[in-house]
């Protein structure tokens, strides 16, 4: 029997590029198969790259780009456990955010791909048609962030191989744009090696430009190791707790400060210069006089180390959610105010109408510079922030010299974003060539060298802490 008058091409074709968008949607965040990045996308690319009317063209990019999008954006149903709405609000309020930003993010992604029907006729090459296409499909990535309604630049190609620091260090040029784009071209051009005739010419291009990419990846590591030798270095720790979701917020912060005091304590290493406490360690507006701060404030100054902690902030009548610096004297820094908030999680859509109180995002550039304690410069990312590169970006070109990322992922219950959120942790130390320091509330804390490298990580849900040794870049 002939499968192929039974099944129409077109249709075995689209089911497949919609397999191959579930694969590569996977592969941002469970699956560790860095290498297959490279070929993971090459169906996507191919059919595009060959499409000339604008229907097939359309079709092509949701069969593959709406089980990504669907499949990367599923955390998204969690946050009705934490809305504070009824739940027959709450859920089907999930629900609609979930297919809302997956459309929002096809959308955006389609802006820059629209231009390429139109500018193909004036190529006269069919590799400058490749390239054109994978720049196109970049830009789609970069406007996610860039957009100024509900940027959210959650999923990217680059996401696939950050477990493997030599196909990570391209960004260091540029950003994380440059990776995902050679990932793109790399992907596009073994498409052409299964299908062109000119397969030779094809292959000699890929190979040079992966040869490219692995050797300036290992000149990189190289260079980066160097600074160690450099540059002053300090101990730190980074503490998480074991609460989840409501079980976090309903907890009394004198029990959460007296609970991460326990931690402290029963990881502690004598010489650590740096602690760092997840986001909302203490949920509690700041006041030096209550006994939660002061409780903080000791631990720092009979422990002679800098302490990062996360609390709310209350200033002319907007809360904030913030993270303070305590030096060895145990006096706490002025704080720094968080960005960007979790859509529907911290702030309420419409919250006026339905009379409920809402966390601010901080546009004040006083409040949103690197903690200063202790000599130390440090740069400040709040949970949803770390996806943001421009926004992390800033605080390395405010002189931080080492970054710390305080984040509370219990929200994102059983789902996989919780491994895709800390791998955007990977990409920002790689980026500004820094260490990264992650606390999260239950998970993932972990210490990132500036090439990528997980030196020490605690994936699991249960009290504990990381501790290394790390520097300071730029002192």
């Known amino acids: 029997m002939n499968i192929s008058k039974i099944i129409d091409p077109k249709i075995s ?20 198969l860095p290498w297959l990045a490279f070929f993971i996308f090459a169906p996507m690319v191919h059919c595009l790259s060959v499409c000339h009317e604008k229907r097939a063209f359309r079709l092509d990019f949701l069969c593959f780009f709406v089980p990504y999008y669907l499949f990367q954006l599923t955390f998204m149903l969690t946050i009705w456990k934490i809305c504070p709405l009824p739940s027959f609000a709450s859920i089907p309020l999930a629900t609609l955010a979930w297919l809302g930003l997956t459309l929002w993010e096809c959308i955006l992604m389609y802006l820059p791909l629209s231009l390429f029907l139109p500018l193909r006729p004036h190529l006269k090459h069919r590799l400058s048609e490749i390239v054109l296409l994978c720049l196109l499909l970049t830009a789609g990535e970069w406007l996610q962030e860039k957009v100024p309604i509900l940027a959210f630049p959650w999923s990217a190609a680059w996401l696939s191989v950050t477990s493997s620091p030599l196909l990570l260090q391209s960004a260091t040029l540029i950003s994380c744009r440059l990776t995902s784009f050679i990932i793109f071209l790399l ?71 007296r609970s991460y005091l326990s931690i402290m304590e029963s990881c502690w290493r004598w010489g650590t210069d740096l602690v760092l406490l997840p986001e909302t360690a203490v949920s509690k507006d700041y006041d030096e006089q209550l006994k939660e701060f002061s ?118 219950g059983k789902s996989s974003a919780r491994e895709q959120h800390y ?27 500036p090439t990528g490298e997980q030196l020490s990580v605690k994936s699991d849900k249960s009290k504990g802490a990381v501790w290394g040794k790390v520097t300071l870049i730029g002192r």
Not at 195 to 210: D, I, P
Not at 328 to 333: E, F, Q, T, Y
């Open 13 to 32: 074709r689209r089911a497949f590029l919609a397999l191959t968008g579930i694969v590569s949607a996977l592969m941002q965040s469970i699956l560790n």
């Open 295 to 412: 409780l903080i404030s000791d631990f720092a100054a009979t422990h002679g180390c800098t302490l990062v902690t996360g609390s709310f902030y209350l200033e002319n009548g907007k809360d904030y959610n913030a993270l303070f610096a305590y030096d060895k004297n145990g006096i706490a820094s002025s704080p720094y105010l968080k960005q960007v908030l979790v859509p529907f999680g911290e702030k309420t859509p419409f919250a006026g109408i339905f009379h409920l109180d809402t966390m601010s995002e901080c546009a004040d550039e006083r409040r949103t510079k690197p903690l200063a304690s202790d000599g130390m410069t440090i740069g400040s990312v709040i949970c949803i922030e770390s996806i943001f590169p421009s926004l992390v970006s800033r605080q390395k070109e405010q002189g931080a010299q080492i970054i710390c990322v305080s984040t509370n992922d219990s929200w994102f």
């Open 423 to 449: 791998r955007h942790c990977i990409m920002r130390a790689v980026e500004n060539r820094r260490y990264v320091l992650r606390a999260g509330n239950c998970g993932i804390s972990a210490i990132i060298s």
């Open 187 to 257: 992907n596009g051009l073994h498409g052409e090696i299964y299908t062109s005739k000119k397969r030779f010419a094809y292959t000699a291009f890929a190979l040079l430009l992966q040869g490219a990419n692995l050797s300036y990846g290992l000149y990189s590591i190289n260079l980066d190791k160097k600074l160690d030798k450099i540059y002053p270095q300090i101990d730190v720790i980074c503490a998480q707790d074991s609460l989840e979701g409501r079980e976090k917020s309903h907890r009394k912060a004198l029990d959460s400060a």
